[in-house]
């Protein structure tokens, strides 16, 4: 369902209730009407499908300054897929653009290779030639984890209770490849075989949420194919985004009449969260144990999911000496937004400023989340005074594996 069309009597379903309005970080940082989802719909709606509405430079700004977080859909009365329309919008208004940007282009070239080191390398050159300010960038780790850990099966060094195969998604094979290294350990110590399947790309998700469909599908329909043929119990990804796009967004994209649709239903139910994965079977052999204080962020698309938004806390409560500090699930968005950040500078360092204050408050020495970006991001804002990893980083440093230094 991709046609902006199709939306009409979904977006009619709004009530203007604004529990919308609540919930999202643009509007509690911009407070303007125009920038919550209902006025967003409503101004979808009369521009692209009821053509009511030129379509000016500041609609595609109010179209634009989304961050897609979800949190709209997830306090909608009527279950209202803001985000979906959202995605369809922006490709009604990509319709006729011709030439892809630059930055389309760097783009979906990198999904293409999962991550092409050497072309982001090339990119983040120029961009300091250019007198960029990458300080909010991610670095490159010096060994990609495809490296490290090839496509193919990896036994467990424990008995043998499940097999998974294993997501790794773009930012962790090319920059934090502790995340992967550490997700394979801890599988590899509770009894776990990994599959890592071969010609994987990315998710897709930074296509679409450009409004870039067509290149998100492309994506999509190649891991369907790879990973539909894994004889697995589930598929894990250490990635919210990662999980969300592969779960729900291919569900969305895939046409129910195509050939790959029956497929990605396959996939989309072995779809599962590392940790909530071993939060199910269980831990096994001593607790592990580090004397850290530890607090959490939520990434946007882990909340409001059964299982996901707490998992970390959960997993990690079998770690011994560790202070966990919880954060509340509307603890707020960090403004990374994928790659928002970089076309809403201003906006994003604002949401922030917010939320390294909160995580400066409670005194925690270390920062865990399942996002990248926002690891990244949250990094940047906080600098050296504290630590930002993944909690399965966290897990495996408990255990007392090695993991390299990215």
Not at 88 to 107: C, D, E, T, W, Y
Not at 173 to 194: K, R
Not at 242 to 258: A, G, H, P, R, Y
Request: aromatic residues 6%; positive net charge; proline residues 5%.
């Amino acid at each position: 369902m991709m046609d902006i069309a199709l939306f009409k009597d979904i977006i009619d379903k709004c009530s203007h209730c604004a529990f919308c309005e609540a919930v999202c970080p643009v509007f509690r940082e911009d407070l303007l009407e125009t920038h919550v989802a209902r006025s967003r719909m409503l101004i979808l709606r009369e521009a692209l499908i009821e053509k009511r509405l030129p379509v000016t430079k500041r609609v595609r700004e109010i179209v634009n300054r989304c961050l897609l977080c979800g949190q709209c859909k997830n306090a909608c009365p009527a279950g209202v897929p803001v985000d979906d329309i959202v995605i369809a919008g922006r490709s009604a208004l990509q319709q006729g653009k011709g030439k892809l940007s630059p930055k389309r282009f760097l783009v979906n070239q990198m999904m293409a290779h999962r991550g092409d080191a050497r072309l982001l390398r090339t990119g983040e050159r120029m961009a300091a030639m250019a007198g960029a300010d990458l300080t909010d960038y991610p670095r490159f780790a010096r060994t990609l984890f495809s490296e490290i850990y090839p496509s193919g099966i990896y036994e467990p060094v424990t008995p043998r209770r499940a097999t998974v195969a294993y997501y790794p998604g773009c930012a962790t094979n090319v920059f934090y490849p502790d995340t992967g290294e550490a997700v394979m350990q801890v599988l590899s110590h509770n009894g776990v075989s990994v599959i890592i399947p071969d010609k994987l790309v990315c998710c897709g998700i930074p296509a679409l949420a450009s409004g870039d469909i067509e290149s998100a599908q492309a994506m999509m329909q190649k891991n369907i194919e790879q990973l539909s043929q894994v004889e697995a119990d589930w598929i894990v990804t250490d990635c919210s985004s990662c999980l969300m796009t592969l779960k729900e967004k291919t569900l969305f994209v895939i046409d129910s009449v195509s050939d790959v649709r029956q497929k990605a239903e396959a996939v989309s139910r072995k779809m599962i969260d590392v940790m909530a994965f071993l939060n199910g079977i269980g831990l096994v052999g001593s607790p592990p144990s580090l004397g850290e204080r530890v607090t959490f962020h939520i990434p946007c698309h882990a909340k409001g999911k059964e299982g996901l938004a707490n998992a970390p806390f959960t997993l990690l409560s079998n770690v011994e000496k560790a202070t966990l500090i919880p954060q509340e699930e509307d603890s707020g968005c960090c403004g990374a937004g994928g790659t928002f950040f970089t076309g809403h500078k201003r906006l994003s360092q604002g949401l922030r400023k917010k939320r390294c204050s909160a995580i400066r408050h409670s005194g925690a020495s270390t920062v865990l989340t399942q996002c990248p970006s926002c690891r990244t991001y949250i990094q940047a804002g906080l600098g050296c005074e504290k630590n930002v990893t993944h909690p399965m980083v966290f897990l495996a440093r408990a255990y007392g594996f090695p993991i390299s230094r990215i």
